[in-house]
T-cell receptor, first 113, second 112 residues
Framework: QKEVEQNSGPLSVPEGAIASLNCTYS??????FFWYRQYSGKSPELIMS????GDKEDGRFTAQLNKASQYVSLLIRDSQPSDSATYLC?????????????FGKGTHLIIQP | NAGVTQTPKFQVLKTGQSMTLQCAQD?????MYWYRQDPGMGLRLIYY???????DKGEVPNGYNVSRLNKREFSLRLESAAPSQTSVYFC???????????FGSGTQLSVL
């Protein structure tokens, strides 16, 4: 059974600080990892993708992957009130005949002005 | 370039009624998906189509059917709606199976 686990929050972070979102997954052969942002009442939108161990940076966002620990994280630097949303972690298995991406239940992030 | 378009945006059904949710993408993607999202449950895959002409069950397929009409269109049908199917439904597409997903705007469905 594939599982993706996230702390549901809410995670409250002061404006300008670094927000750190974490995700663990159960399947050791997972190859592709994604972070989606979802505003209330809206559809998920892709923020970051990461495929190999280490860090990947895109503007204020950094994704970190550690396959040995089955752990992927998202850092948001200089947090803004507009970053307040639910962040979904999604994981797939390379070559699997199954089920598309498996999503975590999401972490609700609140940036306090 | 509209991306992923799904209709309708809102729908209210009575128990036992049927309906079809429509989805179309204009990104020339091979794979398409239907997810439902419920409070506290996250996004769960109902059905997917890895490529034109194929469909497969996801995590929660019971009570649903799908049709991959062509490369662009993937519909979801509820034959006899039940209150347990009250949810927000998202269609998504990706270039290939398990690649990054692009979502439609969602359908809020209520079954009374």
């Amino acid at each position: 059974q594939k599982e993706v686990e996230q702390n549901s929050g809410p995670l409250s972070v002061p404006e300008g600080a670094i927000a750190s979102l974490n995700c663990t997954y159960s399947d050791r052969v997972s190859q592709s990892f994604f972070w989606y942002r979802q505003y209330s009442g809206k559809s998920p939108e892709l923020i970051m993708s990461i495929y190999s161990n280490g860090d990947k940076e895109d503007g204020r966002f950094t994704a970190q992957l550690n396959k040995a620990s089955q752990y992927v994280s998202l850092l948001i630097r200089d947090s803004q009130p507009s970053d307040s949303a639910t962040y979904l972690c999604a994981v797939n298995i390379a070559g699997g005949g199954a089920d598309g991406l498996t999503f975590g239940k999401g972490t609700h992030l609140i940036i306090q002005p | 370039n509209a991306g992923v378009t799904q209709t309708p945006k809102f729908q209210v059904l009575k128990t036992g009624q049927s309906m079809t949710l429509q989805c179309a993408q204009d990104m020339n993607h091979n794979s398409m998906y239907w997810y439902r999202q419920d409070p506290g449950m996250g996004l769960r895959l109902i059905y997917y189509s890895a490529s034109e002409g194929t469909t497969d069950k996801g995590e929660v397929p019971n009570g649903y059917n799908v049709s991959r009409l062509n490369k662009r269109e993937f519909s979801l049908r509820l034959e006899s709606a039940a209150p347990s199917q009250t949810s927000v439904y998202f269609c998504a597409s990706s270039l290939d199976k398990d690649e990054k997903l692009f979502f439609g705007s969602g359908t809020q469905l209520s079954v009374l």
